[in-house]
């Protein structure tokens, strides 16, 4: 999917959160990370704590898709720990994830203000995806603003 731009996005919010549904129009034009986690993923639970200092730069969207999870279980779990997304669709059949080629949680997008996935992140964000991997993309793009 690198290289290429971003599915189509067009999906529900996470009932019982403050926060708005995912479309394309909450993508365009930004820089934006999306996030494909679920409430019952291990490793999603483990990588929150990168997305919350992630979500402290006002430079970059954050947004998510919860993926295949009861949207019930979702918001208590961003209640519990913290929502860092700025806006979160709903995936309750998995079909929108495989648009993006997902084939497990989490995954993690980073794309242009082009629409255009410039990275993907498979498995968990920890301390050195984030400082190796993610964040040189993202300071990259911003610069070439």
Known sequence: MAGRRHP????APLAGLQAPSLNDQRLDGH?????????????????????MELAKDPRIKLVGINYKDAPEKAAAFLQENGNPLAAIGIDTTGRSSIDWGVYGVPETFVIDRTGRIVLRHVGPIDEKSLTMDILPVLEENIAAE
Do not use: K, Q
């Open 8 to 11: 189509a996005v067009d999906l």
């Open 31 to 51: 820089i934006a990370v999306v996030n494909i986690f679920a409430s019952w993923c291990v490793p999603c639970r483990l990588e929150h704590p990168a997305l």
